[in-house]
Structures are given as structure tokens and as C-alpha cells.
């Protein structure tokens, strides 16, 4: 096609949009209200991931030092802990520290402490690892390293909350995807309607020659410019409906220690979501509807 067929064709792209608006406005509601779905099982992601990175964090790894090891070695060791590359933060806990904290965890109780001194502690380094799928790995590292005396942990809370993440990402992109062909059979069947309306108008242009690429075109900026609009307009509604749910879910992730993710935050990710699922929908439902349509009625001419 030439570059003013092009033009003419988008032009007439735009205008078939308020031509069918009905038709349009029928796509654009189907489509709004899958992306706000879409974008509802994103944001409760977002923020079940947010608080296992919390609790994760909590999840420490405690090395301790073994008796008699002087200063300079002991500085040495927070350094190779510091090197392995599934080492998120390396806190040292001088055993002064450590012996004041167990005296206020004693409260009351703390003068069964009295004649004791720090010294019957070891010092430790408070270890945060980055990646619990490899716990056990980095552990086991960790614990045949020189002047280490013991290594606490929590294998078996690392191994649940890896699980956790595992299933809520599967569980999460399992929904998007099943929304994603619900999504395109929905607006192929509400195209085809649209095409269906036309059928004149398209058996004409094939009567006097048009090739296939040049009946498409239109549909497909059709497709692309309700594609566009939806993902807009989903974007401004589900930051509404977010914030009117923040205020139920604040006070959720408060009792679990958390707090809500911002949807500024992450509103450029979302929107690009939004426009790519839109537009891919958009696009090849109309793709997918014409070329059915043309099928159907015997009109295919391999011309392209």
C-alpha cells in the first residue's frame, strides 16, 4: 500500500470508531473491565510480594564467632560474608549488645544474670539472605567458612515462604493469561458484530478489487485506538477503586506489619500492561474476526 492509502486508511479507522459507536463503546466496556480485573490480581501481587520481601527480611541467618578469634579476624569474616552474591545485608552483633538485649528480654527476671558478663556470649554477624530458593545453599557455604562457630537458621520458614512466592507468581500470571483469551474471545465476537454491520461495505470494496491488507488496515487502527482508550480509561478507574480499597487494605497489612504499595509507585508498569493487552487484543481480534468473516463468505483472495 502507498503512503496516501495509509493515511486515507487510518483516517477511516478513526472515523468508523464514531460511525459503530455503539459497537465501540460495547468493546471499550468489555475491555475496561477485564484490565481492571487484570489490574486488581496485579496489585494484590504487588502487595503479597511486598510483604514476603517483609517477613523474608526477617527471616536472618545468625553466625556466630567463634571464642578467641581476635578483631581483625573477626572484621575479616563480616567481609566474606559480605562477598557471597546471595547476601542481601551483613550486621555484626558484638557480644556486649547481644548480653543487653537478652538482659531486657529478661525484664524482671534480669537478676539471674547478675556475676555474668558478655563474655559467655560469642559475637555474630546477623546475615539476610537474598534469594530463598538458595537458603540451603548459602547456608551450607556459610557454615564451612573459617571461624565459625554455629550458624542459626530457618531452613524450613525459608523453604514455605519461597513456596508462597512461587504459587502466588504462578497463581497471578495463571489469571492474567486466562483473562487475557477470555478477554480476545469476548472483543473478537463484539468485532465480528461490527464487521457484520459492514458486510456491504466490505463486499464492495472486494467487488472493485481492494486487496486483503487494505480491507484490514482500518480494523486494525480501529482495534489499536479502543485498545488505547480502554487501557486509559481502566487506569483511571482502577486507581480509584484502589484507593477506596486502600483504605480497608491498609489497615490489613498494618496488623501484618506492612503497609500497602503506593499505586503511583508502579502506575507507568501498570498502564504499560494495560496498553500492551489492550492493544494486542484489540488488534488481532480484529485481525482474527475479518479474516474469519472473509473465510466464511468465500471472499479470501491471496493478494496481499
Not at 486508511?9 to 468489555?30: D, M
Not at 536472618?60 to 557471597?84: A, F, N, P, R, S
Request: aromatic share 10%; charged share 20%; proline share 1%.
Amino acid at each position: 500500500m502507498k503512503g496516501r492509502s495509509i493515511g486515507y486508511l487510518t483516517r477511516e479507522g478513526f472515523r468508523n470508531i464514531w460511525v459503530n459507536r455503539l459497537l465501540s463503546l460495547a468493546t471499550i466496556v468489555v475491555l475496561v473491565s477485564c484490565l481492571i480485573i487484570v489490574g486488581s490480581g496485579m496489585l494484590i501481587f504487588l502487595n503479597i510480594n511486598s510483604l514476603l520481601d517483609l517477613i523474608e527480611g526477617q527471616n536472618v541467618v545468625m553466625v556466630y564467632v567463634e571464642d578467641g578469634t581476635d578483631e581483625t579476624t573477626t572484621q575479616q569474616l563480616g567481609l566474606k560474608l559480605k562477598t557471597l552474591d546471595n547476601i542481601r545485608d551483613v550486621e555484626f552483633v558484638p557480644k556486649e549488645e547481644a548480653f543487653e538485649r537478652q538482659k531486657q528480654q529478661y525484664g524482671e527476671n534480669a537478676d539471674v544474670l547478675n556475676g555474668l558478663s558478655a563474655d559467655i556470649l560469642p559475637d555474630a554477624y546477623k546475615v539476610t539472605v537474598d534469594d530463598l530458593e538458595r537458603f540451603d545453599e548459602t547456608v551450607g557455604i556459610v557454615k564451612q567458612m573459617d571461624h565459625v562457630l554455629q550458624v542459626h537458621e530457618n531452613s524450613d520458614l525459608a523453604r514455605r515462604l519461597a513456596g508462597i512466592r512461587n504459587a502466588v507468581t504462578y497463581i497471578s500470571a495463571g489469571i492474567v493469561l486466562i483473562l487475557f483469551f477470555v478477554s480476545l474471545f469476548i472483543v473478537s465476537n463484539t468485532i465480528r458484530i461490527t464487521i457484520y454491520n459492514r458486510r456491504l461495505e466490505i463486499s464492495i470494496m472486494k467487488a472493485v478489487g481492494a486487496t486483503n491488507a487494505f480491507i484490514r488496515w482500518p480494523f486494525m487502527v480501529e482495534g489499536i485506538l479502543l485498545g488505547l482508550f480502554s487501557a486509559v480509561l481502566a487506569l483511571g478507574l482502577q486507581y480509584g477503586i484502589y484507593s477506596l480499597a486502600s483504605i480497608w487494605l491498609d489497615n490489613v497489612m498494618a496488623m501484618l506489619g506492612g503497609t500497602v504499595v503506593e499505586f503511583l509507585d508502579f502506575i507507568w508498569y501498570i498502564f504499560g500492561v494495560f496498553a500492551f493487552i489492550g492493544v494486542v487484543i484489540g488488534t488481532f481480534g480484529s485481525i482474527f474476526s475479518l479474516n474469519k468473516y472473509l473465510k466464511e463468505h468465500n471472499n479470501v483472495v491471496e493478494n496481499d
